[in-house]
């Protein structure tokens, strides 16, 4: 796609930030950080410091907002970042970020929203079952979206992927000027349509339907030529007694489709039998019914939501999703004990392929979740997953099985989060993790955060040992000294955080960070 300068849309919206009539609303706001840490190891000498890494670094932000007239909207932001993906340079440097120019119209119910946009992610678009579209950072492009015109809620996206291009990406001795030129122009493209309209008075039949096309542009005679994936969906649900019935559909079209397997079944499969109707090898379909509820006050509701899933072994989506091959069925079972805060969950879930490879996953989920009084909470489930393979004519069975426990209390003034996990239970791997979280507010504007994990491995007992006072002296600064490794552990569910559940173990690091808005 032929473009305007990667500036062009940013000096449109500065130039509509600088010109608006009186009374019009501009907001300029921005935030920064300083981060610098010392280590024991990992640098050349014993507890050196260091402000500039992959892992340490000050960035900033200056944002301009504003709105000349009403439905008129200019947005502008730069940023100063530094990684070793950016620039290499002794501090971090300041470009262009993002920025999008906005008309917004609305009149008796019917109304547009539209976008001009730049290194922003304006991909999405409403999505059930199927999700044909995946959000994306970095491109720059058109969206317009309309509701209340012929019933209809619409949203139109042309867009390109700018961030492919990068003109300090070339090996050293090309022509990089006319090198440059060529590829600035060869960056890929995306379309995407969607269209949604609900019927009858009480809206219990909606219908959509989904288009997006991905076109492949950074080819040229000395490899790949271009090409195209193209993508058309159709979603329907009904509701009746206040259960929804959904169904959607979606075939893909590609002027280089992917391998053939021709000697596999293309029949729709409902609980592993053929139900001899044919589904297309570019297709996939996905069915559900949300939510079956059985039950009295007085005997407790259980609520039932099965879904069934089968894409072809020719499916593909450069934009979204799902993935091909394969054939699954899940089945979601909620009983609510009458009278008591207690929840069970059940999910009984298969689903395997035959075509690009051989395969067969069961899984069964079991949890309970409890509230008691004076806010105490209790979490616990058991998982048991059973894969089979096919290999040199044998099925092969693995079983991985996992079992977590968690409770939690919180109160005003501290907050406490005990969890457990037994993960590959029965198998050589075998691993249990254990996560302490403590939280202590000592005043309105000083706070303690302690975090303490620990990973027993079949030859090595593992730890992390975080400890963080965080001090917010104004609404817009926040201050933070901490030690340990804030890595390990990290999210909301400690025990299931990559590091621990790996092989991380305790690091001598202390950081200092400040956070500030203005």
Do not use: C
């Not at 060529?182 to 039949?205: G, H």
């Not at 069964?364 to 409890?370: G, K, L, P, T, W």
């Amino acid at each position: 796609m032929n473009r305007p300068p990667p500036l062009a849309l940013a000096a449109l919206a500065v130039s509509l930030l600088a010109a608006g009539p009186a009374g019009a609303s501009t907001k300029i706001n921005g935030e920064y950080q300083l981060m610098l840490d010392l280590r024991k190891d990992q640098r050349v000498f014993p507890w050196d410091w260091f402000t500039n890494s992959n892992d340490n670094y000050t960035p900033a932000k200056l944002r301009i907002f504003s709105q000349p007239a009403p439905g008129l909207e200019a947005f502008f932001e730069a940023e100063a970042l530094w990684n070793s993906n950016d620039n290499g340079a002794a501090r971090p440097e300041f470009h262009y970020g993002t920025a999008h120019l906005r008309l917004r119209r609305e009149s008796g119910g019917r109304g547009f929203d539209s976008y001009v946009f730049s290194r922003q992610d304006r991909f999405w678009v409403d999505s059930y079952l199927l999700r044909l579209v995946y959000g994306r950072g970095g491109s720059q492009g058109v969206r317009v979206d309309t509701w209340g015109f012929f019933g209809l809620n619409t949203a139109f996206i042309v867009s390109d992927y700018s961030d492919q291009f990068n003109p300090t990406s070339f090996p050293a001795g090309l022509p990089r000027d006319s090198v440059a030129r060529q590829a600035v122009n060869r960056t890929d493209d995306a379309y995407i349509v969607r269209l949604r309209r609900e019927f009858t008075r009480d809206k219990r039949l909606r219908l959509g339907f989904t288009m997006n096309r991905f076109e492949a542009n950074q080819g040229d005679s000395l490899n790949h030529q271009r090409t195209h994936v193209a993508v058309y969906g159709y979603d329907a649900r009904y509701r009746v007694l206040g259960t929804d019935v959904s169904l959607e559909y979606a075939e893909s079209q590609s002027e280089r489709p992917p391998l053939k397997f021709p000697g596999t079944s293309n029949e729709i499969a409902l609980f592993k039998r053929s139900t001899g109707i044919g589904l297309r090898r570019n297709a996939v379909v996905q069915a559900e019914i949300r939510s079956v509820r059985l039950g009295t006050s007085r005997a407790g509701f259980l609520n039932v939501t099965p879904i069934w899933w089968q894409r072809g072994s020719e499916w593909q989506n450069a934009i979204g999703g799902p993935n091909r091959d394969e054939t699954g069925f899940l089945l979601n079972t909620v009983y609510l004990l009458p009278q008591r805060a207690v929840t069970y969950t059940n999910n009984y879930r298969w689903y395997g392929n035959n075509a690009t490879t051989h395969y067969d996953d069961r899984e069964v989920y079991n949890e309970i979740y409890v509230e008691f009084v004076n806010g105490f909470t209790g979490k616990a489930y058991y998982r048991n997953h059973e894969t089979f393979r096919e290999n040199a004519g044998l099925r092969i069975r693995d079983v991985f099985n996992e079992w977590f426990a968690e409770l939690q209390v919180e109160s005003r003034l501290a907050k406490l989060v005990v969890e457990a996990k037994s993960k590959d239970i029965g198998r050589p791997e075998h691993k249990q993790l254990y996560s302490v979280e403590t939280a202590v507010n000592l005043t309105d504007k000083l706070k303690v955060y302690n975090r303490f994990t620990f990973g027993n491995d079949a030859s090595i007992l593992r730890k992390g040992i975080f400890s963080q006072l965080q001090f917010r002296p104004a609404g817009n600064t926040e201050m933070y000294l901490q030690y340990g490794p804030d890595y390990i552990g990290g999210g909301s569910v400690p025990v299931d955080e990559g590091n621990l559940q790996g092989s991380g173990d305790q690091a001598d690091i202390v950081k200092f960070i400040i956070k500030g808005n203005f």
